[in-house]
């Protein structure tokens, strides 16, 4: 059983950056994927990207790749979404969300349901 809780967001003016935080405790942690939402009013939850158990394999979405990077220190036990570049489409809540193994890190970063333990989510606003 993992907790998870997100921190970090706030207001950023666009071009702007911002990094969110995603503490984690319980077990055995260092062996889940990890991995990073979003989602705007009216929207569907969006896959960002995840990060391997071990911290060396990261995937993103084509909508942050270049501007967003994931890392993790599992001896921190904290996962980070380091947002650069952003655009008033950035602009949601953001969840970090477990799951064990790294099976979904390879076959299904971004499915929601792949994901068993997620974080309340912190708001995020691009805006001028």
């Known amino acids: 059983q993992l907790q998870l809780m997100e921190s970090g967001g706030g207001l950023v003016q666009p071009g702007g950056s911002l990094r969110l935080s995603c503490a984690v405790s319980?077990?055995?942690?260092?062996?889940?994927?990890v991995a990073w939402f979003r989602q705007a009013p009216g929207k569907e939850r969006e896959g960002v990207g995840c990060?391997?158990?071990?911290?060396?394999?990261?995937n993103y979405a084509d909508s942050v790749e270049g501007r967003f990077t994931i890392s993790r220190d599992n001896a921190k036990r904290r996962v980070y979404l380091q947002m650069n570049a952003v655009t008033p489409e950035d602009t949601a809540t953001y969840y970090c969300?477990?799951?064990?193994?790294?099976?979904?890190?390879?076959?299904?970063?971004?499915?929601?349901?792949?994901?068993?333990?997620w974080g309340q989510g912190t708001q995020v606003t691009v805006s001028s």
């Open positions: 969300a477990a799951t064990e193994g790294d099976g979904t890190f390879h076959v299904a970063c971004y499915a929601p349901d792949r994901y068993h333990y």
């Open positions: 319980g077990r055995n942690y260092e062996f889940h994927t």
């Open positions: 990060v391997s158990s071990n911290g060396a394999g990261t």
